[in-house]
């Protein structure tokens, strides 16, 4: 008989498989200390929290029995990851309960935004009678412009062409088969805001979609298009959409989330007129705080059954003399990954990586995890991809993942990984291994040797190779007081096509880029952040 646990305000309703369970009893004892949790831990195998509970490493030491820890919501910020790998415990939340909920408040801010709703209501209720200053549009033959179509994404477009919306889409996994299957388009970013009526965002913020609309995508934009962001603050330039709405190119905008929350009292998004606000309020209903409930009593029963499981966020278990033998490639693997994510063109169909030498000898699944987390990790965020999860949400966008083993080392090297990452553009490769007094070391991207120390922030050149290139090229990034720290250069034959992967002390930005690559010979220019 399994014993759980639950110490915040989850519904009965929510965890009624746990309490219909058979092999199950659950006991509720909320509003514990730490030190009353650690009392009573160690009777239980799960523990099922929310936010309000914190799961300290204490705790999780106490709990002797303990094999899972599910919380009912996506942050797991109140519990020690750490400790919880440490001790075996698989920790699960629920990604998924609140799909619907947050689809239809952005459908809702969409309408709202469409026709003045909140403004109407506040006019009125002050006691004035205005129907003049509040013509709004219809949906109906408008173009919505949905960037990111992962779940939450798939599901607005899906309502937005009941309403008889032309829906164009942009994800970097979104292939022109799954567009078609969805029933929408394909589209650039750029594209996104030349065309669309309303845009729509629902991608996770990393370094790649901050401020992803700002002044040069506003400035393409036609004039009285609107803008829904029920996704992540920081997604748009808060200040550059002021401006266009100001300066008459956006109508309307409605927001759900802010780069800094709560806002400040004086931020101006909440006396604009023409900007609709709530507070964070996407996953906010009754039916998503069930759902994650029910989300993950499922996962944590299938943990104290032994049967598969998904969305845990830690480790798995890897036996340890496996895990000391492959734990120096973690850090490889990632980076090699990102590497790939970062210099790739198009929508990734598939990624591929071979062990060669001692590597192929041993159960190297820990390690294709940590490459897949690496290259999912720059289109959806560290917050939102580990190793637990990343072949799951690959499988999720279509990213087909496949590996092989060869145990005769290629390259002289004595362990080596390949790994290679198609699109619907091109095919880019690179391979990393670890030397002896050196640590981790890419030393070939695509037919080039190299040796390159993954850290820090890169810039990789191809390029003809002539006389004078590498020259030309330091005194335009020293002119724009970019010290170049490293600086590697492959080619396979005099005067034939050739690489550079520069270590400098600051990233270029695309001003420097854009200089780059108009110097002559050059072929691309890509910066890589590591």
């Known amino acids: 008989m399994f014993k759980v646990l639950v110490t915040d305000p989850i519904s009965d309703m929510g965890i009624q498989q746990l309490h219909d369970a ?31 509970t914190k799961v300290t490493a204490a705790v999780i030491a106490a709990g002797k029995k303990l094999k899972a820890i599910g919380r009912a919501g996506v942050g797991v910020d109140n519990i020690d990851l750490e400790a919880a790998t440490r001790h075996g415990v698989v920790v699960i939340n629920a990604p998924d309960g609140n799909t619907i909920t947050t689809c239809e408040h952005a459908m809702a801010m969409m309408m709202a935004v469409a026709r003045h709703i909140p403004q109407a209501h506040k006019k009125l209720t002050s006691g004035e009678w205005d129907r003049k200053s509040f013509v709004g549009v219809e949906l109906r033959g408008k173009v919505l412009g949905v960037i990111g179509m992962g779940r939450i994404g798939s599901e607005v477009a899906k309502r937005a062409k009941a309403f008889g919306m032309d829906v164009i889409s942009y994800d970097p996994f979104l292939t022109e088969e799954r567009a078609e299957k969805l029933g929408v388009k394909l589209a650039t970013v750029d594209e996104i805001c030349q065309k669309s009526d309303f845009i729509t965002l629902h991608t996770p913020l990393t370094n790649e979609t901050r401020h992803m609309i700002g002044k040069k995508q506003f400035a393409l934009m036609k004039k009285g298009v609107r803008i829904i962001n029920c996704a992540r603050g920081g997604l748009v330039d808060e200040g550059a959409l002021v401006e266009a709405i100001d300066e008459g190119i956006v109508a309307g905008a409605a927001f759900d989330v802010f780069e800094k929350e709560p806002p400040a009292p004086d931020h101006p998004f909440l006396n604009h007129p023409k900007i609709i606000v709530t507070p964070h309020l996407g996953a906010s209903t009754v039916e998503a705080q069930e759902n994650v409930a029910i989300d993950v009593s499922e996962e944590v029963l299938h943990v104290l059954r032994g049967e598969p499981f998904k969305n845990a966020v830690n480790m798995p278990h890897v036996p340890a003399a496996v895990l000391n033998r492959l734990q120096p490639y973690f850090a490889l693997c990632d980076c090699m990954g990102r590497f790939l994510a970062q210099i790739a063109e198009g929508a990734v169909t598939e990624v591929n990586i071979s062990y060669s030498g001692e590597l192929a000898e041993v159960d190297t699944m820990i390690l294709t995890r940590h490459v897949v987390r690496g ?58 291994t670890l030397l002896n007094g050196y640590g981790p070391r890419i030393v070939q991207i695509d037919k080039y040797p190299v040796d390159v120390a993954p850290e820090g922030h890169l810039i990789l050149v191809a390029h003809t190779d002539k006389p004078g290139i590498i020259g030309r090229l330091g005194t335009l990034l020293g002119d724009n007081g970019i010290n170049i720290a490293t600086m590697q250069v492959g080619r396979q034959g005099v005067g034939g096509d050739a690489i550079m992967v520069l270590t400098v002390d600051k990233q270029a930005d695309r001003n420097v880029i854009d200089q780059l690559i108009r110097l002559p010979d050059m072929i691309s220019v890509k910066t890589v952040d590591l």
């Open 375 to 432: 290259v999912l990790a720059h289109y959806l965020g560290d917050d939102q991809v580990n190793i637990i999860n990343s072949l799951h949400l690959a499988k999720q966008r279509d990213l087909n993942v496949t590996m092989n083993k060869a145990v005769t080392s290629g390259k002289g090297f004595t362990n080596l990984i390949t790994v290679s990452l198609k699109s619907k553009k091109e095919e880019r490769s690179i391979a990393g």
């Open 22 to 52: 058979a092999d199950v009893t659950v006991d509720k004892k909320t509003g514990l200390s730490e030190e009353e949790l650690v009392a009573v831990i160690g009777d239980y195998d799960a523990l099922l929290v929310r936010s309000q």
